[in-house]
């Protein structure tokens, strides 16, 4: 909005500043930040006093989850309404890259809403069907995905390799919702002690952040080898948004947690980052940065998997995280070591940049 008016009325001066995206990301970053903290003691005693008994706990889990009855979920909307905001006052509205990210986040946030609530009233860990959801996340996606094509084509881009790409064609629609959505429901797989999934998901998208500018610059895409993406710049914004309002809520949610984020708030940062990573034509990239999302989400599918073809487990329990508390790592242990394993992937995604 802010943008819009300075290039209306041809800002000059210290006001100038608005019009650059480095800035406007900055400030993006510092806005949601402080409406989140502001209305995150709130948000918190609203969610209290609705949901009772708050996010059910599963008694097959860690038995040292038991403890946090009575926490509430949800918390994904106060990291939602900090980041919408930021995004309506920072960002260039006319950009459809923008309405993609824009239409899942808040899509996605929505189906993980409907999702706790279910979990909520049912006094049950099961919420919405996972066909249901499912398909509502692929009608999102492919919304996001024709925005997206429309303004970067349909090849996908290999790393490490300079200007080098696969032409998908019309499939390209499907690998983009497919990316989209398994973010989406990667991030929710890790999102099962405190604080472990939100600073992963600030990590990515401060990588996300310097890959979305870098795209959007000709004569750094130039340079560097990597796909020039026009308008790609404005998603940098977006991820410092999502930087400030997942930093609000791991005030409120570091151990001991106060509030939970919920599926709506784990969905929606998912789906956001691959949403950006398909507008910034950098997909399998995201695959690196985001390795840790991958790692828990692969768990329960080889969990799963073998389990129905053996009766036997290939891990203690599913997701992995759970794994390592059962063989006696502390949560904050594996939540601080899985953070910097997020650290270190997203410098290797970085690295990409420049090894080509």
């Keep these: 909005m802010l943008y819009l008016i300075a290039e209306y009325f041809h800002f000059e001066g210290l006001s100038n500043l608005i019009r650059y995206q480095t800035f406007r990301a900055g400030a993006a ?43 509430p979920t949800m918390g994904g909307l106060m990291i939602l309404v900090a980041l919408v905001i930021s995004m309506g006052v920072w960002m260039d509205l006319t950009n459809p890259l923008v309405w993609a990210c824009i239409a899942v986040t808040v899509g996605f946030g929505i189906i993980g809403f409907f999702d706790d609530y279910d979990k909520v009233r049912k006094a049950s860990h099961k919420g919405v069907s996972g066909r249901v959801r499912l398909a509502l996340e692929f009608v999102v996606a492919g919304i996001a995905a024709y925005l997206i094509v429309g303004q970067v084509g349909t090849d996908l881009y290999v790393p490490f390799l300079s200007r080098h790409y696969i032409p998908l064609g019309p499939f390209y629609y499907v690998f983009a919702a497919v ?32 890959i979305a500018y870098l795209a959007g610059r000709f004569d750094y895409a130039h340079y560097l080898g990597i796909p020039h993406v026009p308008g790609a710049g404005e998603l940098a914004i977006l991820c410092a948004g999502i930087m400030g309002a997942g930093l609000a809520f791991l005030w409120f949610n570091a151990p001991p947690a106060a509030v939970f984020m919920g599926d709506t708030g784990s969905l929606a940062l998912g789906g956001a980052l691959g949403t950006i990573a398909v507008a910034a034509h950098h997909e399998i990239v995201l695959a690196i940065v985001g390795g840790l999302f991958v790692l828990e989400a692969v768990s329960v599918i080889v969990q799963v998997f073998w389990f129905k073809r053996t009766g036997r487990r ?43």
């Design 179 to 210: 990316v989209i959505v398994g973010a989406g429901n990667a991030v929710n797989l890790t999102d099962g002690l405190d604080g472990l999934a939100t600073m992963p998901v600030i990590i990515a998208a401060g990588a996300f952040a310097i």
């Design 29 to 71: 970053l510092m806005t949601a930040l402080t409406i989140g903290l502001i209305i995150g003691p709130r948000f918190i005693d609203m969610l209290r006093v609705r949901q009772g008994k708050g996010q059910p706990i599963r008694e097959d889990g860690p038995q040292t989850h038991l403890a946090k009855r009575g926490t």
């Design 314 to 356: 290939v891990f203690r329990m599913a997701p992995i995280h759970h794994h390592f508390e059962q063989l006696g790592w502390a949560e904050a242990t594996v939540v601080i070591r899985f953070w910097i394993v997020s650290i270190v992937l997203a410098l290797l995604g970085l690295a990409t940049l420049k090894v080509r």
